[in-house]
């Protein structure tokens, strides 16, 4: 007998686990894998009973499963594109956060997408055998070939197999992060596709006689003996929705936009500070950035790294794609000038907005760095997420990996302005982790740092914890050997906090907080026997997003409760 290979064993109970152990994913399943059996039970049932259908009827199981998941299909293809409704959502998040995940709408999308994708699979299936049956016993005087390609059912059903294709296969993980661009543009073929949806059924296939019965005028057949679903009445009011959606975020993309400053982090990082002043966002949103001179039709999302009390919106763009390379080099600063603004930057004096460092953490550009104006921009946002909740936790676990750093230079900034005011609510201890690859990343973000960690009143508020996961050259060795034994400050990041090498334990990180939190060592003047609630908030890659969400889950107990969250975009 073949064994089974652990790994394979272990992924399988992780999967188990998360799916039917957990009550508020299971009720989710149950809910949403439960109307689905239910509605494809109706179409088999209505299809199956209905004596005007008797003539077609005769094709069995076939025209049954066809009509079940039919009527699935219209299902699913009206929630495809309610998380997608950003606006909305913006709106409801704080209102309805407490009942609905709001902040997973894009997991929610691809779970709707996938059962689209099963569904289309099985539709399209049972047509095919129903289209040769139909050849074959002639309950329609017409050929499976005719059905296939000459009406609308068959034209658009095949049109919307290929849109599906087409965007399933440019929306795998691998493929959205090296080329964003045919994700975006491959993704707006939805437009066709939704168009297709709604005049699938256009046809006339399902009808009580043997011929179609065509008029002169529209919808050019007659609909006295066409008995579709029609579910285009009901699905195409999210569709209209997300329409109107779009225009709005259009014209309010429009309205007067600024690129006042472009700076250069030693890491290679752009920093644009924009100036648009009906722009309202709180700490921890993000937004949607377009350049008309790099590409005319995409918009990327980044985290707004500023605060709202900051004079400007900043967002940080690190240079690893097309897009974000033709950006550097129309701003004056591509890969090729990078390097040597990083030795300078590294080598010179701080300067910048109030926040006086040890070093230089960046290089500021002018124009005539740039031999041509500014181009023009367009921000569309801002939009929810998770972080923006930190102030309601009173331990707040804030987790940057590499650039995943940035929702964090916002809400530590905005922690620092409400620090000076006194009003941070029921916050009262702040975990910073911030997972790095290499030293110079540390480099745009130390400044920040350096200023929050100085002005603290009480120590015991914010900690700071940076962990290096690169092998350290051996010159960088001997530097924190000879300058680190009774200094003040860390050689690398220049902050009192100590840079600690390797991998975090998040796990013995996880179950030391919660055992100082239990015997009343964690938060001063606390009862132990309280519950205390800490959020913990993650930018970063999914792998590492797993490993910390499991350990919040192994060490959540009556008087601790851990919540994790992750940003999405």
Not at 113 to 135: P, R
Not at 250 to 266: D, G, I, M, Q
Not at 522 to 531: F, K, S, T, V
Request: aromatic fraction near 16%; proline fraction near 5%; include cysteine.
């Amino acid at each position: 007998m073949k064994v089974v290979p652990w790994g394979v064993l272990t992924v399988m109970k992780s999967w188990f686990r998360k799916e039917f152990l957990s009550p508020r994913r299971l009720f989710f399943n149950v809910v949403f894998y439960g109307t689905q059996l239910a509605l494809f039970a109706a179409g088999w049932y209505l299809q199956e009973t209905n004596q005007r259908l008797a003539a077609l009827n005769q094709l069995t199981y076939s025209v049954w499963i066809s009509r079940g998941a039919g009527l699935t299909l219209a299902f699913d293809a009206g929630l495809l594109l309610v998380p997608m409704l950003r606006n909305v959502i913006r709106i409801i998040r704080p209102k309805l956060k407490w009942l609905l995940p709001v902040d997973e709408n894009i997991w929610f999308h691809r779970q709707v997408a996938y059962s689209t994708a099963f569904w289309a699979v099985v539709h399209a299936t049972a047509h095919y055998v129903n289209f040769f049956n139909v050849e074959r016993t002639q309950v329609r005087l017409e050929s499976a070939l005719d059905i296939h390609y000459t009406q609308a059912g068959g034209i658009t059903g095949h049109f919307m197999l290929f849109i599906m294709l087409l965007m399933y296969t440019t929306s795998h993980h691998k493929i959205r992060h090296q080329c964003f661009e045919a994700f975006w543009y491959t993704h707006h073929l939805a437009f066709f596709f939704f168009l297709a949806l709604y005049s699938h059924a256009t046809g006339c296939f399902v009808r009580d006689s043997v011929k179609p019965g065509f008029i002169e005028s529209f919808p050019f057949y007659s609909t006295r003996h066409c008995l579709g679903y029609e579910s285009w009445r009901f699905t195409i009011w999210p569709g209209l929705a997300y329409f109107f959606e779009r225009i709005y975020r259009e014209y309010r993309a429009r309205r007067e936009t600024a690129l006042s400053k472009v700076l250069v982090h030693p890491s290679g990082a752009m920093e644009l500070r924009i100036i648009k002043p009906d722009f309202k966002y709180t700490a921890g949103q993000w937004l949607f950035l377009q350049v008309p001179e790099v590409s005319r039709w995409q918009w990327h999302p980044f985290t707004i790294t500023s605060a709202p009390e900051d004079p400007y919106i900043s967002v940080h763009i690190r240079q690893v794609g097309d897009w974000t390379h033709a950006l550097g080099e129309r701003l004056g600063c591509g890969p090729a000038v990078v390097a040597a603004m990083t030795k300078e930057a590294m080598a010179g004096v701080e300067k910048g907005d109030g926040f006086k460092g040890i070093r230089s953490d960046f290089v500021e550009l002018d124009a005539d760095c740039v031999n041509r104006p500014s181009p023009r921009i367009r921000i569309d946002g801002p939009y929810g997420a998770p972080a923006e909740d930190v102030f309601d936790n009173e331990v707040a676990i804030l987790i940057g990996a590499g650039i995943g750093v940035t929702p964090f230079a916002s809400i530590l900034r905005h922690i620092w302005y409400r620090q000076q005011r006194g009003s941070v609510g029921p916050l009262r201890k702040v975990e910073f982790f911030w997972v790095c690859r290499d030293t110079p990343s540390f480099g745009w973000f130390q400044s920040l740092l350096h200023e929050i960690e100085v002005s603290q009143s009480d120590p015991n508020f914010l900690r700071i914890n940076i962990y290096l996961t690169q092998k350290v050259a051996e010159d960088m060795f001997w530097n924190i050997v000879v300058n680190d034994p009774g200094a003040e400050y860390d050689p690398l990041t220049l902050l009192h906090t100590r840079t600690t090498f390797g991998r975090p334990d998040w796990k013995c990180i996880y179950r030391r907080i919660q055992e100082a939190i239990e015997i009343g060592q964690y938060l001063p003047g606390r009862e132990a026997q309280l519950r205390t609630r800490v959020g913990t908030y993650f930018c970063g890659p999914s792998g590492l997003a797993a490993t910390i969400k499991e350990a919040t889950r192994q060490h959540t107990s009556q008087s601790v409760v851990f919540s994790f969250s992750k940003e999405h975009f």
